[in-house]
């Protein structure tokens, strides 16, 4: 999710986990350029993260975004080496803020902050946005891609399914055909040809910042996968930018290798897949592992 600015206490908006004077907070401000100088350091803490804690930390050298990072985001498919690869890739197009810092440890990441004006949700039915917004994408789908852990995508579908049916018994009955219709889309989509690249893998509107040429934030669930998966995860979160497939698909540089078709099929599966994450995330809460 994206952040923006607020004013009040160093809590986490989703799981709320305090960071302050916790040795990752130390280690972070110790990493934030200009921080350790003498002078005065405005710290604010930033809306909008679901399952992370983040800060806007403003030095004499800069602004600066801190992104403080909740174990359980691990077991929801997150992989912070490499999210830290991708995200620092797209930030050398000049398509992502830069990398400042990332903590071996995944505790933290620390890039700068991004001055512009975050997009809307009724961006999301404007077709000249959208189509500056493909443009974007087939330019970051372009970039040459480092080597980076592969998402198993059905796997992790299915650990969120079995997690969830653990607590409740009744939504394997409901969960199990979903799983096994992705599965059989997501293999059908395997064989169309389009080579891997990077992709965003969370394509909300406040993960976008600027119009003419947007630039993408919170790079959690990027992954080295299909390109038409970034539009696929737009149209889940905003159906009615199907209305617009084909401009999507044209600007995005996916006329040839993918239908309105193939593209409705796979924003179902990114629909399912933000279902699981989001029930498999109460569930975190509700549950919290024990304390060791």
Not at 65 to 82: A, I, K, S, W
């Amino acid at each position: 999710m994206a952040y923006l600015a607020r004013a009040g206490p160093y809590r986490s908006t989703g799981g709320g986990v305090n960071v302050r004077n916790t040795p990752a907070w130390q280690a972070a401000l110790a990493q934030v350029p200009g921080a350790a100088a003498a002078g005065e350091v405005a710290i604010q803490a930033l809306a909008g993260g679901t399952s992370n804690a983040a800060f806007r930390v403003r030095t004499g050298q800069g602004d600066f975004v801190v992104r403080f990072h909740e174990p359980d985001t691990v077991d929801l498919g997150v992989d912070r080496g490499r999210e830290a690869l991708l995200h620092a890739a797209a930030a050398a197009a000049g398509l992502a803020s830069r990398v400042v810092a990332a903590d071996p440890e995944g505790r933290f990441l620390i890039s700068e902050f991004l001055h512009g004006v975050p997009w809307r949700a009724v961006d999301m039915d404007d077709e000249s946005r959208l189509a500056v917004l493909a443009q974007t994408l087939a330019q970051l789908h372009a970039l040459p891609a480092p080597a980076v852990p592969a998402l198993d995508l059905p796997a992790l579908m299915a650990r969120h399914v079995a997690r969830i049916a653990a607590q409740d018994a009744a939504a394997a009955q409901e969960l199990m055909p979903q799983l096994v219709r992705a599965r059989n889309l997501l293999a059908r989509q395997a064989q169309a040809a389009r080579p891997a690249c990077i992709v965003h893998g969370d394509l909300t509107h406040t993960n976008l910042i600027g119009h003419d040429r947007p630039a993408l934030i919170d790079w959690e669930y990027a992954a080295v996968g299909d390109p038409l998966a970034d539009l696929a995860c737009l149209a889940a979160y905003y159906p009615q930018v199907l209305r617009h497939g084909a401009t999507l698909l044209r600007c995005g540089g996916l006329s040839g290798s993918a239908t309105l078709a193939s593209l409705a099929d796979l924003a179902w599966v990114y629909r399912l897949l933000s279902n699981l994450w989001h029930r498999r995330l109460a569930l975190a809460r509700r549950h919290p592992p024990p304390a060791h």
